[in-house]
């Protein structure tokens, strides 16, 4: 049960780092970026290919150094999205479209081939120095204890920008991007700074998993977007009476929850459904995780709209 329980953990704060980028385009921007799907394979991709070949001059440092690389790649196919959009005029969420689309096949070309392992490899979760240093008590908890240091700078990175000029008016352009014209600002580039992080987050979240799991899978990216939907959607709702709660918290403990769930549909076994007096039962497998996750998302929806619909009629 315990270790159930720190998988849970685990991949939900891997997840929670994109999920801070999704809540960027979808909460801040109003953006539907669908290159979400494309930039976090591509952290994947270079994460991978990085510590199975071996960055130049950096030595031990790769795993590290995978993760600078990575957010750096994921923040340049978000200003690719967004330049598509703001100079070409292509709609928000074709720009997106394309952006994946093209960054499948350069994922590919930077891995090498479909699945690449680099089992006995050093990562930023095990290796040498932290055989060193870490007591032999916090051994098992280790790749916990990172993740969650990771998640929290991240989001107090995020927080600190947002509370900044430039954050401010990455707010303003979502909000009403008419008054951000008025300061004699440019709402395109401030979209394509916020396109920029947001993916930045994305590819990150992606070298995190790579690094976690040891090895890249061209298929990891399938349905990414939709998983960071929901990890917004159940946060922003789930904790939005609790006004001290800030946003980028809500969104890493939805994170948490949104995992939390799809792996108590996966343990369920076998799921009944009675119609009448007919009863029809089918079993559960692992490789239902992407249609899991696909009702579970359609049920948030449904279940956000209907409040708000509720809130509207009260008022």
Known sequence: ?????FGIFEEGLIYAIMAL???ITYKILDFPDLSVDGTFPLGAALTAAGI????????FLNPVAALFLSFGAGALAGCVTGLIHVKLKVRDLLSGIIVMTALYSINLRIAGQANLPFF???TVFINEVLQRIVPEAFKPYTVTIILFLIVVICKLLLDAYLKTRSGYLLRAVGDNDVLVTSLAKDKGSVKIIGLAIANGFAALAGSIYCQQQR??????STGTIVIGLANVIIGTQL???????????AVIIGSIVYKACVSLALSLGDVAIRLGRVTISFPVAASDLKLITSILFLIILVASSSRGKK???HA
């Open 1 to 5: 049960m315990t270790t159930i329980l």
């Open 21 to 23: 980028g999704v809540y």
């Open 52 to 59: 199975a070949k071996g960055f130049p001059f950096i030595g």
């Open 120 to 122: 006995g490899k050093n």
């Open 215 to 220: 090895f890249f899978e061209a298929s990891v």
């Open 239 to 249: 904790l939005k009476r609790f006004g001290f709660v800030a946003s980028t918290t």
């Open 311 to 313: 809130v509207k009629s």
